[in-house]
């Protein structure tokens, strides 16, 4: 069952849904025309860090061998910090990784019998010109917690700017009957666009050994 707005709205209050910081306003207003809720979503923005594919390295990626996927994406991959004066200016045929500044929380309460998972999908007035956000890894796994990596790629023919605190993606929230087993993913906690916890005293701390898969 897919969560309505009012539904989406009931989740937060009762903390069976965190997004932080929570998107504002709930309901339109005067000041505030546009609200990101919409009838059964709500919109996340892009954060202020990309992460591009070093040029010129010719990289063959085995994901069967043993090892952390985002220690990898890391090493042959350089980190852009991009502002409103400075955006990232996304070509066609290029792929990078963005996040979201929203981490997103789906916590599993013992003795429950139901509780949430997500899906996080693009928006199709980006779509509309040829820029895939999120694709083929959607899933938001219940007991999640973290920010969300966002695989963007521009097929479009023409130059595409992402701008820090755009509307990137939007969240679609659904019950799940029976609360599984917890089940920890080895993105979880990630608050870097690689996958990876935030650096502390200048070394990337790694994330848990589920979320987006």
């Known amino acids: 069952m897919i969560l309505s707005n009012v539904e989406l709205f009931k989740a937060l209050d009762e903390k069976r849904l965190i997004i932080t910081p929570e998107p504002a306003p ?3 207003s005067i000041e505030q025309s546009h609200s990101p809720f919409d009838t059964h979503s709500v919109d996340l923005r892009l954060a202020d860090e ?4 070093k040029k010129g390295q010719q990289v063959t990626f085995d994901v069967t061998k043993p090892g952390r996927i985002a220690d990898t994406i890391k090493e042959h991959s350089e980190t852009e910090r991009i502002t409103a004066r400075r955006p ?3 070509v066609p045929n290029l792929f990078v ?3 979201t500044v929203e981490r997103i929380s789906l916590p599993i309460k013992d003795g429950e019998t139901t509780c949430l998972a997500a899906r996080i999908e693009g928006k199709s007035s980006r779509a509309r010109f040829g820029v895939l956000v999120h694709f083929t890894a959607p899933t938001v796994h219940p007991g999640w917690d ?5 695989e963007i790629i521009n097929l479009g023919s023409t130059d595409f700017l992402l701008i820090p605190g755009m509307a990137i993606a939007q ?3 659904e019950e799940v009957k029976g609360c599984p087993a917890r089940h920890l993913s080895q993105f979880q906690g990630q ?4 996958g990876l916890v935030a650096e ?14």
């Open 26 to 28: 709930r309901y339109p």
């Open 50 to 53: 990309i992460s591009v594919p």
């Open 88 to 90: 990232f200016l996304l």
């Open 97 to 99: 990784l963005g996040k």
């Open 146 to 150: 973290g920010t969300l990596t966002l």
């Open 171 to 173: 969240l679609i929230v």
């Open 191 to 194: 608050t870097t666009a690689a």
């Open 200 to 213: 502390r005293n200048g070394h990337a701390i790694g994330a848990a050994s589920s979320g987006p898969n």
